[in-house]
């Protein structure tokens, strides 16, 4: 059995929420902070056991690629316990991590030993008080000392991704001094507009074709994708040790190349980011005898993820705030 929906796009990467708390305020996601759900509703995120199912299914229908995702993934307590279990199955091949960089510092050394290889940090300004207003934290001379950590820690990959901001942080001049002599690829994302967020997009929304017209006239080249890459385009230079990549979800044809699947902290798989539902597994995820029950329905939702997502028209799903199901 493979992941290929009626598109004839094949599945192999998996990204796993965890958890839908941050302790991050980024004004682009969680601008007040995390908060219960108006409901009130008490939030029972994946225990360890259902994650192992998850791991063990996905990597039957050929997951190779596992990312996890919050909220900040790291503030589970079982957090090196949840990498434990990605690593025991050696069909896992990739397993990556994003996070605010908080814990960067401290924990990487930690986080590799488990059997991280790849990580993501998000950094959107190399300016502390840009820094600051964007995320209300403090923290980038931290988290900037921790990547510099990471790249010393055995990983096999570190990535950090810029949520761009029009007239905030689209300025490529620092970014690019900053990667010179670091082996990087900086990720500049498009800012999406979500359930929370729709004034914000209008007032700060910018192509990233702005930036790719920048790169191609100073020479940066455009480099080939592997199969369970993420969405980037990425470019190289001869001078620059690091690399650009951008994502720009409102370019033409920008689903077609669609590989990832999603599982959010609650156990409902997404096939878009911004589809209009998810279809629960946590039934199904409580003993390793249903897993041919949890590969049908799974198989079977798949034949239900669009075309592609309908951002253009302002259509964002059930994509209240980015931490549901960790962008």
């Not at 209300?136 to 761009?164: C, H, M, P, S, Y």
């Not at 901001?165 to 001049?173: A, E, I, Q, S």
């Not at 949890?294 to 798949?302: E, F, Q, V």
């Amino acid at each position: 059995m493979q992941l290929i929906d009626n598109y004839q796009r094949r599945f192999k990467y998996l990204r796993l929420s965890i958890t839908e708390v941050c302790n991050f305020q980024c004004q682009y996601c969680l601008p007040n902070g995390y908060a219960i759900p108006k409901d009130g509703a008490q939030r029972h995120f994946l225990t360890l056991n259902e994650i192992e199912q998850i791991i063990a299914c996905f990597a039957d229908l050929g997951i190779t690629k596992i990312r996890l995702t919050g909220g900040e993934p790291t503030l589970r307590r079982d957090f090196l316990d949840i990498l434990s279990l990605i690593y025991a199955d050696s069909r896992i091949k990739v397993r990556a991590l994003t996070t605010n960089g908080f814990r960067l510092l401290n924990h990487v050394a930690d986080w590799q030993r488990a059997g991280l290889t790849a990580i993501n940090i998000s950094v959107d300004s190399l300016s502390s008080d840009t820094f600051k207003l964007i995320t209300g934290q403090d923290r980038l001379r931290e988290i900037l000392a921790g990547i510099d950590k990471a790249l010393t820690a055995g990983l096999q990959t570190v990535k950090v991704n810029t949520v761009l901001l029009k007239g905030v942080n689209n300025h490529l001049t620092d970014y690019l001094q900053w990667i010179k002599y670091r082996p990087i690829e900086l990720r500049f994302i498009e800012l999406m507009e979500t359930g929370m967020t729709g004034d914000l997009f209008n007032r700060l929304h910018i192509s990233g074709q702005c930036l790719e017209q920048q790169l191609l006239a100073e020479g940066w080249q455009r480099q080939a994708k592997d199969e369970v890459a993420g969405a980037a385009s990425v470019y190289a230079h001869s001078d620059y040790q690091g690399k650009i990549g951008l994502i720009m979800p409102y370019s033409k044809d920008f689903c077609q190349t669609c590989n990832r699947l999603r599982i959010s902290a609650t156990g409902k798989i997404h096939f878009c980011l911004f589809g209009e539902n998810g279809i629960d597994l946590r039934d199904l995820l409580q003993s390793p005898t249903q897993r041919d029950a949890l590969k049908s329905r799974i198989l079977s939702g798949l034949t239900t993820k669009p075309e592609h997502h309908l951002l253009q028209q302002h259509q964002t799903g059930l994509a209240n705030t980015l931490s549901y199901l960790g962008g």
